[in-house]
């Protein structure tokens, strides 16, 4: 059966209109902008097929052959080969080995200078700048991204074990502190739908978990606790203790964690000095999004 496109449970942030009543359509704003439709003479049809096959690409669904991009689409054979081939010569897919295509480096890039420019981001960073002056240490907020968590802001302010880590950088979900903090959060059906055998990641550290099973436990502990901790899991010689964003409703929309070496924090010291710290940025973080309805998707 070819594989057909699910919705995805994007990890993009907007900014929430003041008022829960919907825009009105002939506002000033929207005028200026009419529907592609209004405008046909302005819609380029080949640009609008490659962005329609680009966008099927998600956490369900992260490769594609070519032939399943056409039961999907109902294009035709040569015209989806055509817009793949050209989004590959311009770096917005890697064809694999096995044959599916990916998204490609251009598309990252697109997506990191995205995340930058986000009012989400804008807000929680000065706060993060000053839990990272106040420690010493690493401070990173990702969001959930499928069964892995996405780097939004990284400042590093120390030599940790994953050094290449950078805003737009994926990890195991599962292996992570915030990973873990936010998969505690989810619902159990959710978590069984993001979470297999593949998330699970053999290049990890001595402590990781191997199986969802394994976990479950750890998560509802997490949950009640508000706070997550990650003990040579990732990699060996880093540890991090995790805490989480809300927004006005409540919803945790992503965490902070502070990331440390193992040498120089036993797992005592940081919940006794680092734990605090991270709760107390986020409840600020959490704050300052009720009072400007900001939220992620």
């Given at each position: 059966m070819p594989r057909r496109p699910a919705g995805s449970s994007s990890a993009a942030l907007r900014r929430v209109p003041p008022s829960a009543e919907a825009e009105p359509a002939d506002r000033a704003g929207s005028a200026a902008r009419p529907e592609?439709?209004?405008?046909?003479?302005?819609?380029?049809?080949?640009?609008?097929?490659?962005?329609?096959?680009?966008?099927?690409?998600?956490?369900?669904?992260?490769?594609?052959?070519?032939s399943d991009?056409?039961?999907?689409?109902?294009?035709?054979?040569?015209?989806?080969?055509?817009?793949?081939?050209?989004?590959?010569?311009e770096g917005y897919l890697d064809h694999l080995p096995s044959g599916d295509y990916r998204?490609?480096?251009?598309?990252?890039t697109l997506g990191t200078a995205a995340l930058r420019s986000l009012d989400f981001v804008s807000i929680a960073t000065p706060k993060l700048r000053e839990l990272g002056e106040r420690t010493g240490e690493t401070v990173n907020l990702a969001v959930l991204n499928g069964d892995r968590v996405l780097y939004l802001v990284r400042l590093r302010n120390s030599d940790l074990v994953t050094?290449?880590?950078?805003?737009?950088?994926?990890l195991p979900a599962v292996h992570t502190s915030i990973g873990k903090l936010l998969l505690a959060h989810l619902s159990e059906a959710?978590?069984?739908?993001?979470?297999?055998?593949?998330?699970?990641?053999?290049?990890?550290?001595?402590?990781?978990?191997?199986?969802?099973a394994e976990l479950r436990g750890e998560l509802a502990a997490i949950r009640d606790q508000?706070?997550?901790?990650?003990?040579?899991?990732?990699a060996y010689g880093l540890r991090?203790?995790?805490?989480?964003?809300?927004?006005?409703d409540g919803r945790v929309l992503a965490g902070v964690n502070l990331a440390v070496q193992a040498r120089d924090w036993s797992t005592q010291r940081m919940i006794?000095?680092?734990?605090?710290?991270?709760?107390?940025?986020?409840?600020?973080?959490s704050a300052l999004l009720s009072d400007t309805n900001v939220g992620v998707l």
């Open positions: 592609p439709q209004e405008r046909p003479g302005y819609r380029v049809e080949a640009l609008a097929k490659g962005l329609r096959i680009l966008s099927l690409f998600d956490e369900q669904h992260p490769s594609w052959r070519v991009l056409v039961a999907a689409t109902r294009l035709p054979m040569p015209t989806v080969y055509r817009v793949v081939m050209t989004l590959a010569s998204p490609g480096v251009r598309t990252l050094a290449n880590i950078q805003v737009g950088s994926t959710d978590r069984a739908a993001r979470i297999t055998d593949a998330s699970f990641s053999a290049n990890s550290g001595p402590n990781a978990k191997v199986s969802l508000g706070w997550a901790m990650q003990d040579e899991e990732l991090s203790v995790a805490a989480p964003i809300t927004g006005p006794r000095e680092l734990k605090p710290a991270v709760l107390a940025t986020c409840a600020e973080i």
